[in-house]
């Protein structure tokens, strides 16, 4: 049995008790979803050979979709990918006039995570990695600091056919001019333009010497320049992971703004799908409603709706996972038994000795649980869940306690929120279902 360390023990079992999706230690407490990971890498290798793709993580409240976010982007991280992510809020999304569209790229890049910085805010060094191994190729052959900002600007040469190529190469100038400088000031303002966070171009003017600022018109193009310097950085491509999607079906009371941000997404899928861009990986997350509603859902779109339609041919149990859209399905009773069962190792960091419960209690909670939830408990086990680490918690601060006499009390009721509506549906969607490669 492998031993779990006391910090990713604690930190599985806090965001478990909270409903939230753990950050470290997801190895851990794996089940299910062997087919949908699967299909996630097989875009990435898509991407790796220079293609693009695009996925939409559909289900339910509670079903999974963040946890699947997550589980994607620590597989992504271990094969070399750069990942961003962030959630849809009215005040962040793809498409605006009012600096929403903005906020969302500033998000992405303060996101920014490598294999060496999971934790995100990685940014820095994904330059840093590219110029340093320029500057040390070339002063390798004795060139100094004019012909090392000369070479940036050659080597990113490609990057011109991008919209502000030019500017991001003298950005990325800049920043080395201040980093051999020890000039801070530079540096910051370098990475603050990088970022999408100067508001007017004369500042930018002034600060770096660029004509152009990054604006909730243009977050895409720049996203597709991102791809192809991470590539160029030696990294395996970019992935953008968008979770709340449905925010813009159901929270955005303009007819206008929905369609303009349905519109935004069509662009991205056309693109991704026809080929004409490379490097980058969407995967997008939202629920039931944000996919099928036909007043304020993507199906309300028909341009969209009709390239994200499934499979007809795909019933009756049968899956193509070769489509944009994944919906996660419930949970089986296999699946729920494990997941019990790695929570209740989480809590005994990894010695079978330490069990708080044993398995035909682990099968009477789960009877519990089914009586009183019935088919919700498949279908959203996040609750149950909750209630779960909630018994074990107390089993271990309350020594001697009986773990007969807690399931059959009155109080061990599993509440439900009953005023869970859609909006709140999409704003805590965090996904206590996990999956193993």
């Not at 965001?15 to 299910?32: D, E």
């Not at 439900?416 to 969607?429: P, W």
Request: aromatic fraction near 8%; charge should be negative.
């Amino acid at each position: 049995m492998v031993q779990i360390k006391l910090r990713e023990r604690n930190a599985i079992t806090q965001s478990l008790l909270a409903g939230v999706v753990p950050k470290v230690g997801l190895q851990h407490i794996q089940v299910g979803r062997r087919d949908e990971i699967n299909a996630i890498i097989t875009d990435l290798d898509r991407i790796i050979d220079g293609g693009a793709t695009i996925r939409f993580i559909i289900g339910r409240y509670g079903s999974g979709k963040s946890f699947f976010l997550n589980l994607s982007r620590l597989v992504a991280l271990e094969k070399k990918f750069v990942v961003v992510q962030a959630d849809i809020t009215p005040d962040r999304r793809l498409h605006a006039t009012g600096g929403q569209a903005k906020a969302l790229y500033t998000e992405l890049m303060h996101s920014m995570a490598t294999r060496a910085k999971p934790e995100g805010r990685g940014l820095p060094s994904v330059i840093e990695r590219w110029i340093s191994d320029l500057d040390h190729r070339l002063r390798q052959e004795g060139k100094g600091d004019e012909e090392v900002i000369r070479a940036i600007h050659h080597e990113l040469r490609p990057l011109q056919d991008f919209v502000s190529g030019y500017d991001f190469a003298s950005v990325l100038g800049r920043y080395y001019e201040g980093f051999q400088r020890g000039d801070d000031a530079l540096t910051a303002s370098a990475l603050r333009w990088l970022s999408g966070e100067y508001e007017t171009k004369g500042e930018a003017r002034d600060d770096l010497g660029v004509r152009t600022i990054i604006k909730d018109q243009n977050i895409y193009d720049y996203l597709k320049l991102w791809a192809a310097f991470v590539r160029m950085a030696g990294y395996a491509g970019l992935i953008v992971s968008l979770d709340e999607m449905g925010v813009l079906s159901h929270r955005l009371n303009s007819t206008q703004a929905r369609n303009a941000n349905y519109e935004m997404i069509l662009r991205i899928v056309n693109d991704c799908l026809q080929g004409s861009v490379s490097g980058i990986g969407f995967i997008f997350a939202g629920t039931d409603e944000f996919l099928a509603d036909s007043r304020k859902g993507i199906a309300s779109y028909e341009a969209l709706a009709s390239r994200l339609r499934e499979n007809e041919f795909a019933v009756n149990g049968l899956v193509d996972m070769s489509g944009p859209v994944i919906k996660l399905n419930n949970l089986t009773a296999e699946d729920l038994f494990v997941l019990f069962c790695n929570i209740r190792n989480v809590f005994a960091k990894g010695d079978p000795s330490q069990y708080l419960l044993p398995d035909y209690g682990l099968t009477q909670f789960m009877g519990y649980c089914s009586n009183v939830l019935g088919a919700e408990f498949y279908q959203t086990p996040r609750d149950a869940v909750k209630k779960f680490v909630g018994l074990l918690s107390v089993l271990e601060q309350n020594p001697g306690t009986k773990w007969e006499a807690l399931l059959s009390g009155p109080s061990s009721k599993i509440h439900i929120d009953e005023s869970k509506n859609e909006e709140t549906s999409d704003r805590n969607d965090n996904d206590l279902v996990t999956f193993r490669l």
